[in-house]
């Protein structure tokens, strides 16, 4: 062993027995505890903020899926299935599929105001409801060739939209998504 060696060695036990000496009198217990009192002060989540916000995602996710969805003419190659399960998914693929097999497509958006309107996070597994104030004066059906706009007349151009949310072991989804188009809001 080299002089060199030896000296490392020597600081490396030196600075092992003080570290050990600290330990003994209790400084090192205290600057590992110091971490955890800060995160015990730290408030909890209130799980409603949380699961409201999750389903709004959901929701909101859901929606610009299906105007990407709609825009394209196919569910291919979009996250619908990330936001949305059963009746709502099988109603939203549905919808594109009609539209596409007549050559239609959606242009534009819709203006979407969605609240959380219930939720019950008691319930096996927890729900939630949205209700939405669809604006679509600005999300048209057209033609996909020749552009001309097929939308059926409406007699409102905002309605009430209400969806039905279930957490799941992959987060919210909706499962169901109503529209009431004789229903101003």
Avoid at 66 to 74: I, S, V
């Amino acid at each position: 062993m080299t002089k060199r060696q030896f000296a490392s060695l020597v600081a490396t036990v030196a600075a092992l027995t003080a570290l050990a000496g600290c330990a003994a009198h209790g400084q090192v217990a205290q600057i590992a505890a110091a971490p955890a009192a800060t995160a015990a002060a730290t408030p909890a989540a209130d799980p409603t903020r949380t699961a409201t916000a999750a389903v709004l995602a959901a929701y909101t996710g859901m929606r610009q899926a299906q105007e990407q969805a709609e825009a394209a003419g196919t569910t291919q190659n979009v996250s619908l299935g990330s936001y949305a399960t059963g009746k709502a998914l099988v109603q939203i693929s549905a919808a594109v599929g009609q539209n596409a097999a007549q050559d239609w497509v959606m242009v534009g958006l819709p203006v979407l105001d969605p609240k959380v309107t219930a939720l019950d996070l008691a319930a096996a597994p927890p729900t939630a409801t949205v209700t939405d104030c669809m604006n679509v004066s600005g999300w048209h059906l057209v033609d996909e060739f020749t552009g001309k706009d097929v939308t059926a007349p409406s007699a409102h151009a905002s309605f009430v939209s209400v969806s039905q949310a279930q957490l799941g072991p992959d987060g919210w989804r909706i499962t169901q998504t109503d529209v009431d188009r004789s229903r101003p809001c």
